[in-house]
Each structure stands twice: as structure tokens, then as C-alpha cells.
């Protein structure tokens, strides 16, 4: 413990310190760049940002963005995952490219769907308009269901491999005595999947909704590049209003506030999360512990 301790102080000051600081700010009216000291406003900042007429389409944007990016990763994942548990030749080369998605950066990963979408140039128009699906290039990001669309499909691509690779791992430790028990009695494979499969890897699964559902908040590159929150504010989720507001607008109480409550929020939604995945805990045999 004491050889621990000295990691533990600095990861304490590097963490703890940015958190306190922060939630100082929020309770203070300062703007950025001003030699006028911060005025106490309280909880003033956070009733600004409940009353904004921006807060509510904007939680509700983050939510719907974050629930569809968790949905598309857990069922990529798990269907990418099933098939690489599977013999076959060239497991280890598809395992390898598999991970490249993850490896690139945001700004890489924004860049490159900004340019398949591009409604200039873009291949994808291209390949659309030669296949006779459409009769001129489409601006994909004019509307804002479509582009809020297209950067949701983005971050899932990125999230897919980092999931499959967990979900595999857990699926390599489902006991074969399991699957043997489950043919003699007469499940087939989807009764085997959910009845067999699921219930053991189901810590797994949570781990991976959650990170997913964390990193979607924290969604920021994709909305800078590929739309600056636009048309109008259609694409604007709590992470870039936040963002805007303290470094566009100036106002850093104000945007302090936003990202406490976007946190409030994903933990809200990690902890609904949770509880949903594990349902009553059971133990291996399957009794409710």
C-alpha cells in the first residue's frame, strides 16, 4: 500500500483537482478571458441551463444518439463475435483487420465519413447515382436526422471492434458442458444463444453498453468536422452545446453547468443501463441470489 500511495496522490491531484475546480466554476458567473473576478451565482447557472429553450432538444438528442450508437455496438459486436468464435481459415487475418476501426482517431474517423458523405465528391453519391438509386448527388448533412444518422453509423464503426473483441473473449469462456446439456434437451441455436450464451457473458455485455454509452456522450470530433452542430442546431448534442457555450460564447459558469448535468445524465442512464442488462442477479446455476 505504501509503495501505491505516491500513484495514488498524483492520480488523485490530476483527477480530483479538474473535478473541484470545475464544479467551482459552475457555481460562479466568469467569463472567459475577462480580469473581472467570478461572481457566486449558486445553482444560478444550472436554472439558466434547465430554462434554456436549447437544454431539452439537446438532451434529447444526446439520449436518442446515445441509445442508438449502444444498440448498433452490442448487436454488431455480438454478431461479429459469434462469427469469429466459429473455426474457419483466415480467423486470425479477419481478427487483425477487424481492429483497424479502432485504431484510427476521431478526427481520422471524421474526416474519412466526411468525405464518403461529401455531397460534392463523395463516393458514395457516386456509387448510388451509377447504381440508378438516385438521379443527383444528395447533401447528406442539410438534414439533421439524416447527419445526426451518418455520425451515429460512424461512431458505431469505430466502437464495433473494441466490443467484438470483449464479447469474444467472454464468449471463449462459456463452458462447452453447457451447450452439450442444452442439444440434449433440444434447444437449437437461438434457444442456446439466449437461454445458454447470453446469461454468461451478460457482465460483458454491460461493460461494453456502458463504455459505449460514455463515449457517445462524450461525442465531440465527429460534431466539429463533419457538421459544427448544424443545420441550425439539429445536430447539436450536450457535449458540443457545452462546448460552445464556454468557449464560443464565453460563458464558462454556464458551460461547467452543462457538462455536470450531461454527467448526471450518463450516469442516470449507465445506472438504467445496468439495471436492465443484469435484471436479479443470479448466480452460475441460474438461482436468484
Not at 450464451?197 to 457482465?203: A, E, G, K, S
Not at 468557449?247 to 450531461?262: E, Q, S, T, V
Amino acid at each position: 500500500m505504501a509503495m501505491a500511495m505516491p500513484a495514488l496522490v498524483v492520480t488523485l491531484l490530476l483527477l480530483g483537482y479538474p473535478l473541484v475546480y470545475s464544479f467551482w466554476v459552475s457555481l460562479h458567473e466568469q467569463t472567459l478571458g475577462s480580469r473581472a473576478p467570478a461572481r457566486w451565482v449558486g445553482f444560478g447557472n444550472y436554472t439558466a441551463v434547465l430554462g434554456d429553450p436549447v437544454f431539452l432538444p439537446s438532451l434529447t438528442r444526446t439520449v436518442l444518439f446515445a441509445a442508438a450508437v449502444v444498440l448498433g455496438t452490442l448487436l454488431l459486436g455480438t454478431v461479429f463475435a459469434l462469427a469469429l468464435n466459429q473455426e474457419f481459415r483466415g480467423r486470425s487475418v479477419v481478427r487483425g483487420v477487424l481492429i483497424l476501426p479502432w485504431s484510427l482517431s476521431q478526427i481520422t474517423l471524421a474526416l474519412t465519413f466526411g468525405w464518403i458523405f461529401n455531397s460534392t465528391f463523395g463516393p458514395l453519391n457516386g456509387a448510388l447515382q451509377q447504381a440508378g438509386v438516385i438521379d443527383k448527388y444528395v447533401a447528406w448533412f442539410a438534414s439533421g436526422r439524416v447527419a445526426l444518422t451518418v455520425m451515429a453509423v460512424a461512431f458505431v464503426w469505430s466502437l464495433v471492434p473494441f466490443a467484438t473483441l470483449l464479447i469474444l473473449g467472454a464468449l471463449q469462456t462459456v463452458p462447452e458442458d453447457l451447450h452439450k446439456a442444452a442439444r440434449i434437451d433440444g434447444a437449437g441455436p437461438v434457444r442456446r444463444f439466449f437461454f445458454v450464451t447470453l446469461p454468461w457473458i451478460r457482465d460483458t455485455v454491460l461493460v461494453v453498453s456502458v463504455l459505449a454509452l460514455i463515449n457517445a456522450f462524450l461525442a465531440f470530433a465527429l460534431i466539429y468536422i463533419l457538421t459544427g452542430g448544424g443545420p441550425g442546431t439539429e445536430t447539436t448534442l450536450l457535449s458540443w452545446w457545452g462546448y460552445t457555450t464556454a468557449f464560443r460564447d464565453l460563458d464558462l459558469g454556464k458551460g461547467a453547468a452543462i457538462f455536470y448535468l450531461m454527467t448526471l445524465a450518463m450516469v442516470l442512464l449507465a445506472a438504467l443501463t445496468a439495471l436492465v442488462i443484469r435484471g436479479p442477479r443470479r448466480n452460475r446455476e441460474g438461482r436468484t441470489a
